[in-house]
């Protein structure tokens, strides 16, 4: 089955850019979505279709996705930014939708 | 605007079933699936299958098939998941999510918690 690997912490200072890597086999070639959790809420999308914002969703939220890595990047990080982030994928081999491990993003 | 509430908090023996609750308002419930995803404590999110209130088609991860059943009810706008015989293991947050698309998920209800425990 596909298998989407992230990083499981990144540390940020705030006002920095955080950048948030999902690594999969040929990646680039799939539609790459992410979602933020923040403790005890349920996930959020933050980014669709490799890059594109839902409404509400502010501009420091981008991704980029090609080869066998996709990127989410976080710029001018804010405390309220630290959350648990999470790739997403539809695998049409399996039929399924396919989570990455997570990153858990301190502010610090 | 577009809500999925799902039903409350569950305590439950091992051997026991269970069905929760996820309903939908705001938008067309027959023209999006609606998902399921587990949570387990502390850990990541895991798909657990999908159902298309439409026509209720299903789909299920294979290594939840036969363990939970999805269904809808698209007269009361509410799609279900259930277990015939809950084990310690099932303990976790249960959330909905509409799938757009059949890509992604840009709505979610706010999680249903199940505690299994003799």
């Known amino acids: 089955s596909y298998v989407l690997t992230q990083p499981p912490s990144v540390s940020v200072a705030p006002g920095q850019t955080a950048r948030i890597t999902c690594g999969g086999n040929?990646?680039?070639?799939?539609?790459v979505h992410w979602y933020q959790q923040k403790p005890g809420q349920a996930p959020v999308l933050v980014v669709y279709?490799?890059?594109d914002r839902p409404s509400g969703i502010p501009e420091r939220f981008s991704g980029s996705n090609s080869g066998s890595t996709a990127t989410l990047t976080i710029s001018r990080v804010e405390v309220g930014d630290e959350a648990d982030y999470y790739c997403?994928?539809?695998?049409?081999?399996?039929?399924?939708?396919?989570f990455g491990t997570g990153t858990k993003v301190t502010v610090l | 605007e577009v809500q999925l509430v799902q039903s409350g908090a569950e305590v439950k023996k091992p051997g026991e079933s269970l069905k929760i609750s996820c309903k939908g308002s705001?938008?067309?419930?027959?023209?999006?699936?609606i998902g399921w995803v587990r949570q387990m404590p502390g850990k990541g999110l895991e798909w657990m299958g999908i159902i298309y209130p439409g026509d209720s088609d299903t789909r299920y991860r294979p290594s939840f098939q036969g363990q939970v059943t999805i269904s809808a009810d698209k007269s009361i706008r509410t799609a279900y998941l259930q277990w015939s015989s809950l084990k310690a293991s099932d303990t976790a947050t249960y959330y909905c999510?509409?799938?757009?698309?059949?890509?992604?998920?840009?709505?979610w209800g706010q999680g249903t918690l199940v505690t299994v425990s003799s």
């Open positions: 705001g938008y067309s419930f027959t023209n999006y699936s």
């Open positions: 279709d490799d890059s």
């Open positions: 040929n990646i680039g070639t799939k539609s």
């Open positions: 999510a509409r799938s757009v698309a059949g890509e992604y998920f840009d709505n």
């Open positions: 997403q994928v539809w695998d049409s081999s399996g039929d399924h939708y396919v």
